[in-house]
């Protein structure tokens, strides 16, 4: 198994069809112990349920916007594991006013928020956990590919996203020194309870399975076997990068 003895984090799940799950549960069956993250008292319920029962999973809250529950969860980790070979940060927000329009009519409220939960969070979740993070672990970040071309609606997501990967590079510099790979994965669009947030999120995933090059369907699934690479043994060398998953959608021109 690729991820034998390992243990990690992958924070935050919302429901069964969320690719923070199948990236949890990609990562048990090649033979992680994985702690699955929820957000907050109500979701922990749901997310309770698809671990129930099952060997290799445990559960914990984490709301990326309060400093204390990062420094909670740091204690939690060397309670519960020692430390942790893999994170996988899959949180993100925006205000639904701001994913539709211009995105020149985004408010400074909620251009904060929006780079706050969705960029931000990832250095501080990685500056709490440091001193819990194993050397030569692997830490990952989702994003799409809003972050470098305009994406109708996806507005003053895709600055948080372009921000998230720009953190991600120097948090790639700041944690190599202990052999610490930070990378990001960049989905396609998936249907998903956050991606729905986007309108036009259907025609959007039906036109990219059409045009992109290997023309079929792709899904969390997809997302998931990327990231058991990243957490594994074989990607050591490789750190700092983007790593779509699209279809190859994203080498597309006219």
């Known amino acids: 198994m690729l991820l034998a003895k390992k243990k990690g984090l992958v924070l935050n799940v919302t429901n069964k069809n969320s690719i ?3 990236i949890a549960e990609a990562a048990q069956a090649h033979g992680a112990q994985v702690c699955v993250g929820a957000q907050n008292d109500k979701l922990a319920g749901k997310v309770s349920e698809l671990t129930e029962g099952r060997p290799g999973f445990s559960t914990t809250i984490v709301d990326f916007s309060d400093p204390s529950q990062l420094e909670s969860l740091r204690d939690e980790v060397a309670r519960s594991f020692g430390t942790v070979d893999f994170i996988v940060h899959s949180a993100a927000f925006a205000q639904r006013e701001d994913l539709s329009g211009r995105f020149i009519d985004t408010s400074r409220e909620g251009f904060l928020l929006a780079l706050d939960i969705s960029a931000y ?3 501080a979740l990685c500056c709490a956990l440091e001193p819990v993070i194993a050397d030569d672990a692997s830490v990952m970040a989702m994003s799409y590919l809003g972050s470098t071309r305009a994406v109708g609606n996806y507005n003053v997501m895709g600055v948080a996203k372009a921000a998230l990967e720009s953190a991600v590079r120097y948090l790639s510099v700041d944690l190599g020194q202990r052999g610490i ?3 990001t994965v960049s989905p396609g669009p998936i249907n998903t ?3 729905r947030g986007v309108k036009g999120l259907s025609g959007m995933i039906e036109s990219v399975h059409e ?6 369907p792709f899904g969390a699934e997809e997302v998931a076997g990327t990231c058991v690479y990243l957490m594994s043994d074989l990607s050591r060398g490789v750190t700092g990068q983007i790593v779509f998953v699209d279809d190859g ?3 597309l021109g006219m």
């Open 211 to 216: 045009r992109a090059p290997l023309k079929r």
């Open 249 to 251: 959608f994203n080498i």
């Open 193 to 195: 309870v956050s991606a």
């Open 20 to 22: 923070g799950w199948a």
């Open 181 to 183: 790979r930070v990378n």
């Open 121 to 123: 969070s990832l250095v």
